[in-house]
């Protein structure tokens, strides 16, 4: 599936991805109002296919959102919310439970904006009311997602599933800076962001497989997924589901179709009938 | 060891060009932007203040290229206050870029504003190429005509003629760019038309084209984060002006119902043209 954060704010675009095989899509997390996010640069390319961003969670509230995607009729869409507050959340299920969306995925680990995602999700008092009240308002499965803050990933995903959450999605970007040697000044605007790309893989694999070791939850894998061996280690580590993000930036959406068939083809060649044999198969060892 | 594209390089402003009240050019040293094609675009980071994407400009000094800002907001402001011997970091060239094929005898360029710059550059290599060339620049009055003797100088080889709108009439034809283009096209054949310019305009360029059944391809402009693929800020309907773009033919602007009509605020929400 998309992860959430890349080009998920157009539903033709949703529909293109979908006519190119994806499984799902993880919108842009979407606040109760607007946000225009922070000035440029927000994402910097960092070379060998990483990337640090600070979008700043830019998005055109639930309101416009909502109509974005009110005609959507088979995309398996996923919405990413974000909120400051316990309130919030509520308030956006209002408007997208009766749409024709699939599930949510809460966003409690956006490393670089202040009273959402990481300030929020690093205090486990908070994610849990919170996810309890979500799961209040709305029937539909709810995924939280999880990164490295200053509490343990697992820790937090305990917490999560333990409030009700249904799937944890792990990772979100990694905190992180890029100072430009030259100039000697810091190069996103808004200094800090997350990490995202090549680079975090091994961190992300390392998560999935304590939090998939520890908790019974299904776990859907992301960070630095850029070919269908990436995609196995994931599976292998734990995950039942993977996102992709920031290897949009190199490929097309041809991408998906490509890698569905040399997993298949990685399946016929290992013996499995089936991509769920794979699951946490690293676990024997 | 190729350069990597993505990465920011520093750049110091060797010169800075006046082009009129509110339009600068400013020139800088740099292998991969003075070797970009007519029609792709840099990321240009102002230290602290904004990153923007704009079309790479021409230079004729060996190595370097430019680009042309006009003064509007916070990015552009702060960009046309540099001068010489100030630096920026570019990032690119990104996009794809305006195709000219061996057969093409005459052709026709439609721009307005700061959307003359891909067509300049443009210029340049229809003039290589020798073909000829009718170039229509619109500019909403005298004081803001851009770019005409320019022009004039990088087509010096082949035959050509320049044609200058002005939306009150103080010089060259009354009206728009497209008002220019309705005139040369009913007495002139063309192989292609190439616009680039306000969105409304190129709207109708390409209304015109299609009427006559010419082939068309416009250099669009949309607001940007990433330049890359992944922010999604610049999509139109289910393209991405970054890496679809910036240039479009005739069958995708055909099926791009918000060409012309919408294009999304910062925050991402739908907002209509005029």
Known sequence: MLASGIIGISQDIFESLYSHDIGAVVTKSISVRPMKGYPNPSVVPLGNETYLNAVGLSNPGVLAFSREISKNKEVPIIVSLVGSSEKDFPKMISFLDSLNIIGYEINLSCPHVSK????????????????????????????????????????????????????????????????????????????????????????????????????????????????????????????????????????????????????????????????GEVIGLAHRY | MPIDTNLMRLVTISESIIESSNVKTFVFSDILSSRASPGQFLMVWIPRVEEIPMSVMISEVEGHAAISVKKYGIGSTALFQRKAGDFLGIRGPYGNSFKTLKKFRNVLLVGGGTGLVPLLRLAARINELKIHCTMILGARTKKEIIFEKYANSLLRKVRHRIIVTTDDGSYGIRGSASDGMMKVVKNERFDCVYTCGPEPMMKKVFEIATNQSLPIQASLERYMKCGIGLCGSCCINSWLVCRDGTVFGNKDLSKMNEFGNVFRDKDGQKLQYG
């Not at chain 1, 308002?137 to 200053?150: C, F, N, W, Y």
């Not at chain 1, 995950?239 to 040399?262: D, M, P, R, W, Y």
């Open chain 1, 116 to 275: 959402m995602g990481m300030e929020v999700g690093d205090d486990p008092e908070i994610v849990c009311s919170m996810v309890k009240t979500i799961k209040r308002h709305t029937r539909r499965p709810i995924s939280v997602k999880v990164g490295i803050g200053q509490i343990d990933v697992v820790e937090m995903a305990k917490t999560a599933t333990d409030s009700g959450a249904d799937i944890i999605t792990a990772i979100n970007t990694v905190r992180a800076m890029k100072i430009d040697s030259q100039s000697m000044m810091p190069v996103l605007s808004n200094r800090i962001g997350g990490l995202s790309g090549k680079a975090i893989k091994p961190i992300g694999i390392r998560c999935v497989y304590e939090i998939s070791k520890k908790l019974e939850v299904p776990v859907i894998g992301c960070g630095g997924i850029f070919s269908w061996e990436d995609v196995v280690e994931y599976l292998l580590a734990g995950a039942s589901a993977v996102q992709f993000g920031s290897v949009l930036a190199s490929c097309n959406h041809g991408l998906f179709t490509k890698i569905n068939k040399e997993l298949k083809n990685y399946l016929d060649r290992k013996g499995f009938k089936n991509i």
